[in-house]
Each structure stands twice: as structure tokens, then as C-alpha cells.
């Protein structure tokens, strides 16, 4: 099913998009508080009734939080965009820019593959080699190697998101100005196209590159919208809440068979998620203010480490914990376990972002600046 190995994203997803030190990024503090909210419950999207309360994640706003890899695609590209539009003119710039982007996402991905490996599925089999190198070469939202999401599946979104900024490099080298955007617009209509030949919009390891591709540029197109002088009340902030739980609870209450109404419902949830960007963007509402506090910042801060290591953590804690909590089965074991793994996983994403994505970030760009 595709829910089943939907998340991550996050971020990602992603969420996938913070940035450190050596990458100097523009900051939207209200985007990455929502990223940290989108990332925390893909990470209950992974629960489930045998080691969660239903009440909890037996509903339909959890149940459907995969989708949320898809705000995290959208605000990669419209990030991207801010950050890179007018400097990739070159060759050497395309280069570079790749490079940061490889340096930023990598020794995390690299970290968190082999970690699950070793502690989730630790074989060393065909199969096992086949799926870790499928995640480490960068194809597994590709069918390069197959139509598996690799080892550690919430990779799967770096693979696509490391594609989607070769695409975006190379619009930026052979088109230029107004020609740009209509270059992205007419691959982002492609690719939804092929997405609605394939009957379904949530494609990860065979054709999960295009999906991410088609989002990511819907991040590039609301950069171009969000340039212009539009206005838009504060009021309307509101709106995004309303729509995510509009669109989360159709998708949810869709069959599994191809209709159009459940076609239409599926694409329906980028368009979402890019109208939600755009009109944070534009505000300052309540909404934003409260996104922008000191919890969210935290979460939004860590959530790149959050996404990628939530499956070792709950694929490696869950049943340990099960075993060692000696109390009755029921609901107040199972929340107790959920408040445990949940702790547990955002004190290990700290560490490995300050280690892994900071520390050794900016170890591995010094290192390559002097090469340069």
C-alpha cells in the first residue's frame, strides 16, 4: 500500500530543506515551524493500532499524514528558488550549487542508511546490498535498481529531491528569465500528466522521482507568484487548516480503486499545500505567529533528522520496549511507549543534526572549498 511506506518525506522532506551554517539559506521562521509540525506527524503516520492507541493514529488526519511529503517537495523547490534562482548562470555554478546541496543532505542519509541497516534489518544478503546501495547511489525513487524504496524508506524523497535539483540546475542554465518559467511550468504539467497516466498520484520507488519533481516545481511557480504585489488578508491563514483537513479527510474516505474522483482528490492535495505556502507567505496572521514560536522553530530545526531517523527508531525501540515495559497490554502501555520512542527520537535526531548535519557539514565543505 502506498501508505504504508509513504513518509517519509518528511521532509523530505522533509522536510529535508534546513539549512546550516556553511549553506546560508533566506529563513522563513512559520515555514519551518510547519515542516516541524508536518514532520512530527508523519512520524505518528508510522505507529500503528498494535503499538499506538487507535484513538491516537487510527484516524483519519494521521492515517493520511504521508501526504505531508508533498508540502515538503513544494517548499524544497519554492526554498530553492529563493535562494539559487539568479546564481546558477554557469557551469561551475551548477556545480556548486549541486555540491552544497549533496553536502547538505548525504552524510545524514549515509549515517541513518547504515544505522537502520545494522540495527533493523542487519543481514548482510543480496537483497539487503541490492536496497542499501539502491538508497546510497541516489536511485531509489527511480527504477534503476528496481521498484523497492531501499534500505531506510523514508530515503526515497532524498533520492527524488537530489534529482529535482539537477532539473532545476539545468532549467536554470538553458533558459533564462520568462523563459524559465514557462520551461518548469510545461515539465511540471508533464509530469502530473504521467502521474495521472499511471493512475496514481503517490508513486515512490518506481516513478517517485516525478512526483517529486512535479511538486518541487510548484515550489518554483509559487516563488513567481509570491514576487508580485498581491495582497491578502490575514484572515485568510485560516483557510489552510480548513483545506488540509478537507483534502485529508476525502483522501481517507476514497477507495483504493481508480476513479476519477479519487484521481481528482490525490491532486488536489499538491495544489493544497502550494496555496497554503503561498498565502503564509503573503500574512501574518495568528497562524503564523503561533508556527513561529520557539517549540515549532525546535522541531523545524531537527526535522530533516527527525524524518530519516524515525525508522530505526521506531523499527528498532518499539519491540524492545513492548518487552521491557512490564505492564499490562493495553492503552496506557501503548501511550506510554509512544511518549518514550517520541523522546527518544527527537533526542537522537538533536544529536545527529548538531553532529552529522552541522559538525560534519561544515567539515566536509571546508574541506571541499580548499579542494576547489
Not at 237 to 260: G, K, Q
Request: proline fraction near 3%; hydrophobic fraction near 50%; glycine fraction near 4%.
Amino acid at each position: 500500500m502506498a501508505e504504508q511506506r509513504e513518509a517519509y518525506p518528511f521532509y523530505a522532506g522533509i522536510f529535508l530543506l534546513k539549512r546550516i551554517n556553511f549553506d546560508p539559506m533566506h529563513r522563513i521562521h512559520k515555514l519551518d515551524g510547519l515542516r516541524g509540525l508536518f514532520a512530527l506527524f508523519v512520524v505518528l503516520f508510522h505507529f500503528n493500532i498494535n503499538n499506538a492507541p487507535s484513538a491516537l493514529v487510527n484516524n483519519f488526519f494521521v492515517r493520511t499524514s504521508y501526504i505531508f511529503v508533498d508540502f515538503f517537495f513544494i517548499l524544497s523547490g519554492y526554498v530553492i528558488t529563493l535562494t539559487y534562482n539568479e546564481k546558477i548562470n554557469s557551469g561551475k555554478a551548477f556545480y556548486q550549487f549541486l555540491l552544497k546541496r549533496f553536502i547538505r543532505l548525504y552524510p545524514l542519509l549515509l549515517f541513518s542508511t547504515l544505522m537502520y541497516w545494522y540495527f533493523v534489518h542487519p543481514f548482510f544478503d543480496e537483497k539487503n546490498i541490492k536496497l542499501a546501495l539502491d538508497t546510497l547511489l541516489l536511485t531509489n525513487s527511480t527504477p534503476i535498481l528496481g521498484s523497492e524504496i531501499g534500505m531506510n524508506y523514508p530515503s526515497w524523497s532524498i533520492s527524488s529531491e537530489m534529482i529535482s535539483y539537477i532539473a532545476f540546475g539545468i532549467c536554470s542554465l538553458i533558459a533564462i528569465h520568462k523563459k524559465k518559467t514557462y520551461f518548469i511550468t510545461a515539465i511540471t504539467i508533464g509530469c502530473f500528466a504521467v502521474l495521472a497516466y499511471q493512475q496514481n498520484y503517490f508513486q515512490t520507488g518506481t516513478f517517485g522521482f516525478i512526483r517529486g519533481l512535479a511538486c518541487f516545481n510548484l515550489g518554483y511557480i509559487i516563488y513567481v507568484l509570491a514576487n508580485r504585489k498581491i495582497n491578502i488578508s490575514k484572515y485568510y491563514e485560516w483557510l489552510i487548516p480548513l483545506a488540509v483537513l478537507l483534502i485529508m479527510y476525502l483522501l481517507y474516505h476514497a477507495t483504493t480503486t481508480y476513479t476519477i474522483y479519487n484521481l481528482s482528490v490525490q491532486f488536489l492535495i499538491p495544489i493544497v499545500f502550494a496555496c497554503s505556502i503561498f498565502i503564509l507567505l503573503k500574512t501574518n496572521g495568528l497562524i503564523s505567529k503561533l508556527l513561529a514560536t520557539s517549540p515549532l522553530q525546535f522541531l523545524g530545526k531537527i526535522s530533516y533528522s527527525v524524518y530519516l531517523n524515525q525508522a530505526l527508531v521506531i523499527g528498532f525501540m518499539i519491540p524492545k520496549l513492548f518487552n521491557w515495559i512490564k505492564l499490562p497490554n493495553g492503552d496506557f502501555k501503548k501511550i506510554i511507549c509512544v511518549l518514550i520512542i517520541l523522546t527518544i527520537l527527537i533526542t537522537y535526531s538533536w544529536i545527529t543534526q548538531f553532529f552529522i548535519e552541522q559538525k560534519l557539514g561544515k567539515t566536509i565543505a571546508k574541506f571541499t572549498n580548499k579542494k576547489n
